[in-house]
């Protein structure tokens, strides 16, 4: 069985309803605190690190800012795990940031699932090092308080999710082109060693994925969840010196639902991704993007032939 198999079987059970509200609200100064969350270890071997409120009357304010509105609105985007909220103002819906939470206290994350705030923190602050380059349009990190919240933006264009009509095929075709593009972009900024982005700790590309994997097995078998783990361990064995072909850890955004992109309607030009919290130094391949990849997104991506690869690509 393919790890991406066992991802699918091993699901975590969603958060309860969180009420959706609209705001309309002129924000008073505040003033801003930080803080780091170290690397997260299972909830199953310690308690889960206290969560901050956010600072409501702060992050309006610094949204306002972005916005150039005295007036902005909050509405609850559905289907994420961590809790998304678009801020925007309603004259102008095509601009806004995005406010995420952490899930609700009750919802059981697995192992990956923990730190995606402090994750994208640091993946948007590696991109704005990058600026330099202005290839793609990313957003930017506006507030972050590890336990509480990440405040990102502002975008400028539409979320695919929100779309009332369906893409013609040649408008689906441009918008994945421009998405490999994007995923092309991201991959351009390596690091010596494979991992998490804040504590990068393996030198191999085949030691970093088996520990991924065990902590899959693991959480699998904390549920409860019958697989093939003796099956899972066989294949990985076998692919092991496929796996040590990989010389050079990438930024990579292990997952990115299809339609987690803000893009301009007009020209197909993606202006960001709605979530970078699943980012790792790793094998680009290993991006949920490659197990689905379109022929528009190979052609902005570009080439990535050979035996290894193709193997990469189904485990």
Known sequence: MSLAAACVAITSPCPPPFPTHMATCRPQPSTRTASRLPATISPHMTPKPSVRTPDRTAILRI?????????????RLDDHLYRFFRISDPSNPAAFCILKCPPAP?????????????????????????????????????????????????????????????????????????????????????????GSLQRPQYRSWARCFAAMLLDVIRDGEDGLVSLPYGEVRNQLKRHWDCLDEVEEARLTVVESPSDGVVFDERT????????????????????????????????????????????????
């Open 63 to 75: 949204a306002s800012l972005a916005l150039r509105s005295n007036s902005v609105e909050i509405n």
């Open 106 to 194: 009750n919802a059981r994350l697995l192992r990956h699932e923990h730190d995606r705030l402090s994750t994208e923190s640091h993946a948007l602050q590696l991109l704005a090092r990058r600026k330099a380059v202005p290839l793609i349009q990313c957003p930017g990190l506006m507030d972050h308080q590890a336990t509480s919240f990440t405040l990102v933006g502002p975008y400028a264009g539409s979320l695919v999710c929100d779309l009332d009509t369906p893409f013609s095929p040649a408008s689906r075709r441009s918008l994945d082109r421009n998405i490999g593009q994007h995923m092309r972009y991201l991959n351009t900024i390596t690091n010596p060693t494979f």
């Open 268 to 315: 197909g030009e993606v202006r960001g991704l709605l979530d970078y919290g699943g980012s790792v130094w790793a094998d680009p391949v290993f991006g949920d993007y490659f197990v689905r990849a379109s022929e528009g997104f190979m052609e902005g991506y570009g080439s990535v032939d050979g035996e290894g690869v193709r193997t990469r690509r189904l485990l």
